[in-house]
């Protein structure tokens, strides 16, 4: 039973940084794939970041690239997402995805795990 828990969101003033975490348990895949995928109110949940475990590759859409790193710690089974210079247009509920094999993809039909989501507001 594949878990992914989120924390690290919350309320930031435009310009400033969030650091989202997830942890992962329940699985034993030596490979998989995890990304971030946010929603915002009224719109289409959109992947923004993902990265390949095994591999290391990562994901990063256009609309992010230059202020949002996805990284890894394999350890921890824990997957960060770091948001610099945060806009007003980067408000959303941000969700933990997972799927245990190849990637990295940011297609939200690619994922059959997800986590709770995490609120992420910038003013």
């Known amino acids: 039973h594949v878990q992914l828990v989120e924390s690290g969101g919350g309320s930031v003033q435009a310009g400033g940084s969030l650091r989202l975490s997830c942890a992962a348990s329940?699985?034993?895949?030596?490979?998989?794939?995890m990304a971030w995928l946010r929603q915002a109110p009224g719109k289409e949940r959109e992947g923004i970041a993902s990265i390949s475990t095994i591999s290391g590759s990562t994901l990063i859409a256009d609309s992010v690239k230059g202020r949002f790193t996805i990284s890894q710690d394999t350890a921890k089974n824990t997957v960060y997402l770091q948001m610099n210079n945060l806009k007003p247009e980067d408000t959303a509920m941000y969700y933990c995805?997972?799927?245990?094999?190849?990637?990295?993809?940011?297609?939200?039909?690619?994922?059959?795990?997800w986590g709770q989501g995490t609120q992420v507001t910038v003013s």
């Open positions: 995805a997972a799927e245990l094999k190849g990637g990295p993809w940011l297609r939200a039909a690619s994922y059959a795990y």
């Open positions: 329940g699985y034993t895949a030596s490979s998989y794939c």
